[in-house]
């Protein structure tokens, strides 16, 4: 039984891009680039079902 | 020595670790994997508002008219000092300072860093905003100490019959 820790790394990554593209969205906000902002928050929507595709591939191996 | 009281979970017959939480131990590598899939949900979801409202901006964009507001008469300010006001909404909190006999400046007064009411500081000639010892410049707006790093929006004026008008909000310069 190894199991792997690969997708837990690689869902703080993503976690840690979450952290930065949040402040990056709320600081574009208020500078008033509304289309940073936009960009900003539809990375944020896309790095869910990115977590959720490691997450799926990484429970399987084992554990 | 057996180790039966190092099994987990621990055999029934022992009076010291007989608490029995629900789900205690159970932050393994997959719980904890599932914590941080749902922290990116969390953020997914957070972002939706801050998207709609910037979309909602976009949209409506196209020069933004303001309603020129009476701020104070020139008689009710002398020169070196400040009045507070609201523009271009009720709850935009700005200042207005005459800096010499004709030239005045007004920004919206919520700091840039959490929003705090930033004040006029007469003789240090600075604008400090005392949640975090933020400082701005009191010609442009730019922050000049603490953690603030944006400027702080001007509002433009207009001076007519001795009276100190509020016009707009300059953009930022996308
Ligand atoms: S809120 Fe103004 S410095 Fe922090």
Same mark, same amino acid.
């Given at each position: 039984?190894?199991?792997?820790?690969?997708?837990?790394?690689?869902?703080?990554?993503?976690?840690?891009?979450?952290?930065?593209?949040?402040?990056?969205?709320?600081?574009?906000? #208020?500078?008033?680039?509304?289309?940073?902002?936009?960009?900003?928050?539809?990375?944020?929507?896309?790095? #869910?079902?990115?977590? #959720?595709?490691?997450?799926?591939?990484?429970?399987?191996?084992?554990? | 020595?057996?180790?039966?009281?190092?099994?987990?979970?621990?055999?029934?017959?022992?009076?010291?670790?007989?608490?029995?939480?629900?789900? =205690?131990?159970? @932050?393994?590598?997959?719980?904890?994997?599932?914590?941080?899939?749902?922290? &990116?949900?969390?953020?997914?979801? *957070? *972002? @939706? $508002?801050?998207?709609?409202?910037?979309? %909602?901006?976009?949209?409506?964009?196209?020069?933004?008219?303001?309603?020129?507001? %009476?701020?104070?008469?020139?008689?009710?300010?002398?020169?070196?000092?400040?009045?507070?006001?609201?523009?271009?909404?009720?709850?935009? *909190?700005?200042?207005?300072?005459? @800096?010499? =006999?004709?030239?005045?400046?007004?920004?919206?007064? &919520?700091?840039?860093?959490?929003?705090?009411?930033?004040?006029?500081?007469?003789? =240090?000639?600075?604008?400090?905003?005392?949640?975090?010892? !933020?400082?701005?410049?009191?010609?442009? !707006?730019? +922050?000049?100490? !603490? $953690? +603030?790093?944006?400027?702080? +929006? =001007?509002?433009?004026?207009?001076?007519?019959?001795?009276?100190?008008? &509020?016009?707009?909000?300059?953009?930022?310069? &996308?």
């Amino acid at each position: 039984m190894k199991r792997s820790y690969l997708p837990v790394a690689l869902l703080l990554a993503v976690l840690m891009l979450n952290i930065i593209v949040t402040q990056y969205m709320v600081h574009q906000y #208020f500078y008033q680039n509304y289309v940073s902002t936009i960009v900003a928050g539809i990375m944020n929507l896309i790095l #869910f079902p990115l977590a #959720f595709l490691i997450y799926k591939k990484g429970v399987n191996v084992n554990d | 020595m057996t180790d039966k009281n190092n099994k987990i979970p621990f055999d029934e017959d022992n009076y010291t670790h007989n608490i029995n939480r629900n789900n =205690e131990r159970k @932050l393994d590598r997959r719980g904890f994997m599932k914590t941080l899939v749902g922290a &990116a949900g969390v953020f997914a979801v *957070s *972002s @939706l $508002p801050w998207g709609a409202v910037a979309a %909602k901006e976009l949209v409506g964009l196209g020069d933004k008219k303001y309603p020129k507001q %009476k701020i104070v008469d020139v008689k009710a300010i002398p020169v070196g000092d400040a009045v507070d006001f609201h523009f271009p909404g009720e709850h935009d *909190s700005a200042i207005l300072i005459r @800096l010499s =006999e004709n030239k005045y400046v007004a920004y919206q007064n &919520a700091c840039t860093h959490l929003r705090c009411p930033v004040f006029w500081q007469k003789e =240090e000639g600075d604008l400090l905003c005392p949640c975090h010892h !933020g400082k701005f410049d009191v010609e442009t !707006g730019a +922050p000049t100490a !603490g $953690p +603030p790093r944006r400027p702080l +929006p =001007e509002i433009y004026l207009k001076v007519e019959n001795d009276t100190v008008y &509020a016009v707009g909000v300059k953009r930022y310069e &996308a």
